[in-house]
């Protein structure tokens, strides 16, 4: 299996673009989350999915922040508008139930700079 | 949300054995102490868990205090390879939610 894949890898765009961020998880892994890093906040969860239903998003910084998962294999953040203090590295993870635990796999993430 | 507590750093010299400790004395009897670690421009990957007893894998080793309050991972051997910031967590079943703290800074020293 490929893993956890993201796209871009890089985006660089002007405030008050929309930003669109990609994910693609590991085929048969029932859970997604959305993690969002940076070196003032660490990894913070912004919202996660079983079956590819929203199951929490309170970690989701505000209404210019959403998220969708219209099927198993692919799923979307966006920001619209975007801005300079979204700047972060945004991390895709799926998993899977291991007796009860989840094991998560984490993509490359993708590098986010707002100008 | 139990909360872990690990120091922001520490060094080790290449080919000797590490010890990464976690202090965790509010863990409740259903958490499941997890670790995970993010190598450099990666995302973190998972490297062992354990509940009561020690755990050993291909990665590392999780020792276990017998009050569960404390837990240490150990890393045999070290390697250049293994720098990294290792992240303790603990982890409710009944939650499906991983949150990560500050975790630890681990520099290898050739």
């Known amino acids: 299996d490929a893993g956890v894949i993201q796209s871009p890898r890089h985006e660089v765009t002007e405030m008050g673009q929309e930003v669109t961020l990609r994910c693609k998880p590991i085929?048969?892994?029932?859970?997604l989350f959305w993690y969002r890093q940076t070196m003032m906040r660490g990894l913070e969860l912004l919202i996660y999915?079983?079956?590819?239903?929203?199951?929490?998003d309170s970690g989701m910084p505000e209404d210019r922040f959403s998220a969708k998962m219209p099927n198993a294999s692919f799923s979307t953040l966006k920001i619209q508008p975007s801005e300079p203090r979204d700047s972060a590295v945004y991390f895709c993870?799926?998993?899977?139930?291991?007796?009860?635990?989840?094991?998560?796999?984490f993509g490359s993430g993708t590098q986010l700079s707002v100008l | 949300d139990a909360k872990t507590t690990q120091p922001n750093s520490m060094e080790s010299n290449e080919e000797e054995p590490v010890h990464l400790p976690c202090n965790h004395s509010?863990?409740?009897?259903?958490?499941?102490i997890h670790w995970y670690r993010q190598l450099p421009s990666q995302g973190p990957e998972y490297v062992i868990h354990?509940?009561?007893s020690n755990v050993n894998n291909r990665m590392a080793s999780l020792a276990i205090a017998e009050d569960r309050k404390s837990s240490t991972l150990i890393l045999h051997r070290a390697t250049l390879r293994d720098a990294a910031v290792y992240y303790c967590?603990?982890?409710?079943?009944?939650?499906?939610?991983?949150?990560f703290g500050k975790g630890t800074r681990l520099h290898i020293l050739p």
């Open positions: 967590i603990l982890r409710d079943p009944r939650d499906d939610k991983i949150i």
């Open positions: 354990g509940l009561t």
């Open positions: 999915f079983n079956n590819n239903v929203p199951i929490d």
């Open positions: 509010t863990i409740s009897g259903t958490d499941y």
């Open positions: 085929s048969g892994h029932d859970y």
């Open positions: 993870a799926s998993s899977y139930i291991v007796g009860g635990l989840e094991k998560l796999f």
